[in-house]
């Protein structure tokens, strides 16, 4: 038996003993040392989105995790016991269109277990526990010199990633970041580490004053300021490169239209809620040029984060700000959600905190 976080209903959990799970063919087994809450989690929570996510109760939820190895499935190959690894929420069935493509993240056979797809801690059992079995498809190698904690931030990182893979970064150029949460923070660490000459993040409150102390070149109060506006004059009023929208709030999409320079490109990589319907500047898109990309999740991106994060060309220890163990999961959703104490990343640590 094993301790996990356990929904029994929309907006009901409880930490509990359930059966350790048994890994099937390549899978492993793994002990989860740190699990970060993601902004899709609270909703999940809530159950705003029961049905879907979760398709069912009882559920555990969780996706951005570390851990390491303890047993191994039939048929697994390159993996063992003791081995440190990072996961990812996605896995493909493998053969449809997009799997084929590389594109897992958008397989055709979404939520079909019996074709091999999994999306762990939203329609496949998740990481708020001590174990878990993850297809050997969604583990990479963490090596020593990065810990659970950092781990557990892999996934992130990896949506902002994406994004900017999609979109592109240029060099010596100007991007700017809407919203100042995990992933934009990350975003703006990364779109520097890809060369961008100037970084300018958009937001308000302790969250833009923690870009501002963070590496931010420029940062713009949407409270105070009109962002379009405000972008343009720090970028020399041609506009910005590329944006990357990371907080799926309402306006920020035809705000970012609007900041990009003629030729620019917009990467939408913030989830918004199905009622957020943005009228965009469909003429001003078409005679300026404006690529936009829709960004969903981390393919093909963890192995570089992971590189990235060891040779400390992307850091984000200061970004993980708070950890709590399983049994105090309420509370560090609490401090997550209200945004408590200057919180960025909280990172949960069902077997305890690492060495």
């Known amino acids: 038996m094993m301790k996990a976080l356990v929904l029994t209903s929309p907006g009901a959990f409880d930490v509990t003993d359930v059966p350790v799970p048994r890994p099937g063919p390549h899978e492993v087994l793994c002990r989860i040392r740190g699990v970060a809450i993601c902004g899709s989690d609270p909703e999940i929570v809530r159950g705003g ?15 951005e995790w570390s851990g390491e190895v303890v047993d191994v499935g039939e048929g697994v190959v390159g993996f063992g016991p003791g081995d440190r690894v990072a996961g990812e929420a996605h896995k493909g069935c493998g053969y449809c269109r997009n799997c084929l493509e590389g594109r897992y993240n ?108 963070l590496g931010a070149d420029a940062v713009v109060d949407f409270e105070k300021q009109d962002p379009v506006r405000a972008v343009r004059d720090l970028a020399g009023d041609a506009g ?29 990589i913030g989830v918004p809620p199905d009622t957020v319907l943005e009228e965009v500047p469909f003429k001003y898109v078409v005679h300026n040029e404006i690529a936009i990309f829709g960004s969903r999740a981390n393919p093909n991106v963890s192995r570089k984060i992971i590189r990235m994060m060891a040779s400390r060309h992307l850091d984000v220890r200061d970004l993980i700000t708070h950890t709590f163990p399983l049994e105090r999961f309420a509370e560090g959703l609490d401090t997550f959600v209200g945004r408590r104490d200057g919180v960025i990343k909280v990172v949960i640590e069902p077997n305890g905190p690492e060495g």
């Open 49 to 63: 989105l029961a049905g879907t996510w979760p398709p069912s109760y009882p559920f555990i939820p969780g996706h």
């Open 106 to 213: 958008l397989c055709e056979n979404y939520g079909r277990r019996e074709t091999g797809h999994r999306h762990y801690g939203f329609v496949s059992q998740g990481a708020y526990a001590q174990y878990n079995a993850y297809s050997i498809r969604s583990i990479n190698r963490l090596p020593p010199t990065v810990s659970f904690r950092e781990g557990a931030s892999v996934d992130t990182a990896g949506a902002a990633v994406h994004g900017m893979q999609l979109a592109g970064v240029t060099p010596g150029g100007t991007v700017a970041i809407l919203g100042p949460g995990p992933i934009g923070l990350i975003g703006m660490r990364f779109a520097k580490a890809l060369g961008a000459a100037r970084v300018i993040v958009v937001g308000r409150g302790a969250r833009l004053a923690a870009a501002a102390r």
């Open 240 to 268: 910005v490169d590329e944006v990357f929208e990371c907080s799926g709030s309402a306006g920020t999409f035809a705000q970012a239209v609007r900041m990009v320079r003629k030729g620019g490109r917009v990467a939408l």
